[in-house]
């Protein structure tokens, strides 16, 4: 970022100077960064409204400056200044939690600005619109809305998180209408906004009738009150496709026909339980059930070793059947930490990951391997440590906190020689295995050095630690070091006196 307004010389003079290159049309200010530990006030605001609406800056694409009290009348005059920009700023982020629905309704008239639209027209950005934080209620999220409906503007992501009570009564009749949010935006982050079930119900009852959606991001993070029943609706969402259904963007290259176009979703600490996992298992089962979904995140959702065999209906064809439809083909990253799986580890590994990636190199037009795993803190058993290690082949994966060092047989089951070679990071940590036995796990990565049955050829990074460290292990570290300088070991080091 080109410009910071910080330090400790005197505030009046970072602003004058950043402002003088502002309105020089600097080149190399392109970011503009106003921190929150500094004050921002409504004359400052208008002097930079005036640069970007004067054309007197050509260069600037992002404005950050969240954490400021800026009056409504000086959010109006900025909106109306980056409208008139036309596609020019990227990113947006202004106010605090003062800005409310008064503040919120003034910044978007002046981005409606009525002159403008045919700079907007010419635009196919994807800007980010970031009101995260501050104070917004159901007003703003009806006018938001409204915002959404117009044609020409290229504000195609949101961040609306921390606002409690967006989605609330007495307009939360409303909500429905949000399926334009679904049909025209590529992002939106509604993370921490107290959403129910009911709210989550409504926002994603999309009519797939009317049309593919665009969203390609959707954050619900912690949102505990979503429930079960909320969650049912994002997979119903997620899955509501059809082989006839045109797929609006071409990246990745299209296979399928999808009614929506969503590749990463969020629903960590959402209060899913296994009942709403069964939801995604029975929606899976429609053979037209598909999804571009690359990364999943459901972490935190009291999950048990029942919603395992949920999520191998979507990671696996059937078995026996290896030309049976997957669900989520291209997916890539999962995140189940922070559930008590236990032996659904096993289940999920052996049931889930072994034949998609068998499929996916038997096929070519089969599933993508999964290439990240989080398994931190799921009561992982040793034979699902064993089985994550051995048979998952990631790229990533993380078993931090399951207390695999505990017990007599937990560390001493692992083997680094039987891992599977694709691994490049593996965090190990936060297991309470004593020394001897980290040393005893990393002591194969120097007792074998020939280059054609390296152990781990690809491994970059192996985190043990929150285990027991010691001179030992120092000692190991530095024999690891001298034949394999590009690895990264992350360990609890000796305190020096």
Partial sequence: MAGAWSGSSGWGSSYEALMLRVEANDPTLRDLVILPTKSWSAS???????????????????????????????????????????????????????????????LLDGLTDNGVTSAYAESKSHALLDL????????????????????????????????????????????PHAAVLLQRLHELDLSDCDLDEDQCVSLFALDTTSGASTLRSCRLSHNPRIGPRGARAVWHFLLSSSSSSPRLHQEPEPQYGYTNNIQELYLNNCGITDDGMRGLADGSRDERAQCPLRILDVSENQLTSASASSLVHVLSPSCGNPDAHVPFPDLIELNVSQNPLREGVLVLVHQGLVPRHTHSLASPHGTTRLQSLDLSATHCTVPGAHAALSSSHVTTLRLFDNRLGRGPDGWNALDLRTAAPELEMLDLAGNGADQAAVVRLLQVLVDDTDPDTLILPLLKTLVVGGNQGGTDLEDLCAQIRKVRPDLDIARDKIRKR
């Fill in 44 to 106: 400052q605001v208008d002097r930079l409204a005036a640069a970007l609406a004067h054309g007197t800056n050509t260069h600037l694409c992002a404005i950050h400056a969240s954490g400021h009290a800026v009056p409504p009348e000086s959010l109006r005059s900025l909106g109306q200044a980056i409208a008139h920009c036309g596609h020019r700023i990227q990113h947006l982020a202004v106010g605090d939690v003062t800005m409310g629905d008064a503040g919120a309704q003034a």
């Fill in 132 to 175: 995260s934080y501050k104070g917004l209620g159901p007003a703003s999220f009806c006018r938001l809305v409204h915002f959404c409906e117009r044609e020409n503007h290229p504000w195609s992501r949101w961040c609306l998180a921390r606002n409690v009570g967006l989605l609330t009564s007495p307009v939360g009749n409303d909500i």
